[in-house]
């Protein structure tokens, strides 16, 4: 397998892609701490949203969407239901199981973030298009 070669376009348009990505979450971790938020507990909230409507994920399965340690999952869902953004509820067929469901005041907050990085993606998204285009169309092997 031989290396591809980068011209210093390709170079440039990487560097520029990475910087886009760090503003994005710099951005959404200001807006978590305006909120009274950790940018983790922002994503911890956006996954069980993002679970569908019954938003329910165990701690397990939020460890492995977040790609942190079940114990960390754990310390984090403390947090937020301590802030009342979460709750934990027993499964209903099998009651050993337990399930973190997004509070009604969590879901108004998280409402109210997510609808902020969706005007911040529509700003970034054409930029980035147009980096991955650069590097579509400088790359040698296209």
Do not use: W
């Amino acid at each position: 397998m031989t290396t591809p070669t980068l011209t210093d376009d390709d170079y440039r348009a990487l560097a520029l892609f990475r910087r886009a990505l760090r503003r994005f979450l710099n951005f959404s971790g200001e807006a978590a701490a305006t909120a009274g938020l950790e940018a983790q507990q922002y994503q911890a909230m956006l996954a069980l949203r993002g679970a569908g409507d019954s938003g329910a994920m165990t701690v397990g399965e939020l460890a492995e969407e977040l790609q942190i340690r079940p114990h960390s999952a754990v310390g984090l869902v403390t947090r937020l239901e301590r802030q009342e953004l979460v709750s934990r509820e027993k499964g209903s067929t099998d009651r050993r199981q337990v399930f973190v469901v997004l509070t009604p005041h969590g879901r108004e907050l998280l409402a109210g973030l997510a609808a902020a990085h969706k005007d911040e993606l529509r700003k970034a998204v054409p930029a980035l298009l147009n980096l991955i285009e650069q590097l579509d169309g400088a790359s040698p092997s296209n």
